[in-house]
C-alpha cells in the first residue's frame, strides 16, 4: 500500500497552461504539505494545512493555491505556468495531534514547463 | 526564522567505512524536532532518524546515529558500516511543533559510498 501518493509523476506543459497535481494519503494524517525542490535539490515549503488552519509561504506566488476536498487529499492548481516552475514537488504528511511530527512524502511530481 | 546549514555539498567514502554528515541550525525555539531524510536517486524521501530537542540522549536507527548538541545547535548524523544503497543526497530538516508548520531543510549533502 503507498501512504502517500501522487498523480502524476511526470508533467510536461506548455508556459501559460494551469496545471493540477493530486496528492492522496492513506495513513490517517491530520496535515497535509507541498514542497518545492528546485533543480540544486533545495526543497522549500509551500504550504500547511489542516482542518483548522491554511499557512501559506510568503514567497509563493497567488498563482499557487491548494485544495482540499477531504482529509486525506490535498491537492496542488497551478494557472498561467512560467519556466521557474519547473521543479519537483512533493506532497508529504503527519500526524501532529498525535505529537509524532515526522513527516511522509509521496514519490514526488517532476513538472517542466516548456 | 530558523536555518538550516550543511557545510559539506558533497562527501566520498569507502564501502564499510563510517562518514559523519554535519548540521547546524539556528533558532531561539527551545522545542523542536531534527530530523534526518535520505533521497536516494530514485527522489522519494525517506525518513532515517528523528531526535526530540527535549530529549537528551541521542536518536540511533540501526547503523544510523546521530550527535545532537542542543547548546552548540549542532545535529549530526553519523552512518557506521556504509553500503553502496546509503549513496544519497542526505538533508538536515529542523521542525517547530506548532500547528501545522512545515519543515525547513538544508541545503543537503550528497553522499557517494565508493564500492
Known amino acids: 500500500d503507498t501512504a502517500v501518493s501522487q498523480t502524476p509523476k511526470y508533467l510536461v506543459t506548455q508556459m501559460g497552461n494551469d496545471k493540477s497535481i493530486k496528492c492522496e494519503q492513506n495513513l490517517g494524517h491530520d496535515t497535509m504539505y507541498w514542497y518545492k525542490q528546485d533543480s540544486k535539490k533545495f526543497l522549500k515549503i509551500m504550504f500547511s494545512y489542516n482542518n483548522k488552519e491554511l499557512i501559506i509561504n510568503e514567497t509563493v506566488p497567488n498563482r499557487f493555491s491548494p485544495k482540499s476536498p477531504d482529509k486525506a487529499h490535498l491537492n496542488l492548481h497551478i494557472n498561467s505556468l512560467e519556466l521557474g516552475d519547473s521543479a519537483v514537488y512533493f506532497c508529504a504528511s503527519s500526524h501532529i495531534a498525535g505529537s509524532a511530527y515526522e513527516q511522509y512524502f509521496g514519490p514526488g511530481t517532476r513538472l517542466t514547463v516548456t | 526564522a530558523q536555518t538550516v546549514t550543511q557545510s559539506q555539498p558533497e562527501m566520498s567514502v569507502q564501502e564499510a567505512e563510517t562518514v559523519t554528515l554535519s548540521c547546524t541550525y539556528d533558532?531561539?525555539?527551545?522545542?523542536?524536532?531534527l530530523f534526518w531524510y535520505k533521497q536516494p536517486p530514485s527522489r522519494q524521501m525517506i525518513l532515517v532518524i528523528r531526535q526530540e530537542a527535549y530529549k537528551q540522549q541521542n536518536a540511533t536507527e540501526n547503523r544510523f546515529s546521530v550527535n545532537f548538541q542542543k547548546a552548540a545547535k549542532s545535529f549530526s548524523l553519523k552512518i557506521s558500516d556504509s553500503q553502496l544503497g546509503d549513496t544519497a543526497m542526505y538533508f538536515c530538516?529542523?521542525?517547530?511543533?506548532?500547528?501545522?508548520?512545515?519543515?525547513?531543510f538544508g541545503k543537503g549533502t550528497h553522499l557517494i559510498i565508493q564500492p
Open positions: 533558532t531561539s525555539e527551545n522545542n523542536y524536532y
Open positions: 530538516a529542523f521542525m517547530i511543533p506548532r500547528g501545522a508548520d512545515g519543515l525547513t
